[in-house]
Nanobody
């Protein structure tokens, strides 16, 4: 059973930083996929791509809103993926969750994913 639990979200002041964690697993073992991504969804809005990283952290992608403020990283010893968020803004308020895609064929960051996880809430107040 594939699981992608996210954690680390909380309420913070604008300008603060947070690190979110995603712990992918497949029935307790390492999840073998091409890429792990972070998405977010604000109330009343569609889910939005934030960032993605390939296995062994060889390549990463960022949305325009994340570029320069967020950094995605991957621990290759356990497959955990982190989203380091700096200079948070109220518009970053959303439920953040992970997604995983098995195949690299035809991959685009905002395209289709095979697995989706539960989210962690980030609230940024002024």
């Amino acid at each position: 059973q594939v699981q992608l639990p996210a954690s680390g979200g909380r309420a913070v002041r604008a300008g603060d930083s947070l690190r979110l964690s995603c712990v992918p697993s497949d029935s307790g073992s390492t999840l073998n996929v091409f890429v792990i991504a972070w998405f977010r969804q604000a109330p009343g809005k569609e889910h939005e791509f934030v960032s993605a990283i390939t296995t062994f952290a060889s390549r990463s992608w960022y949305s325009a809103s994340a570029e320069g403020r967020f950094t995605i990283s991957r621990d290759n010893t356990n497959g955990n993926v982190y989203l380091h968020m700096n200079n948070l803004k109220p518009e970053d308020t959303a439920l953040y969750f992970c997604a995983a895609r098995i195949s690299s064929t035809g991959y685009t960051p905002e395209g289709e994913y095979d697995y989706w996880g539960q989210g962690t809430q980030v609230t940024v107040f002024t």
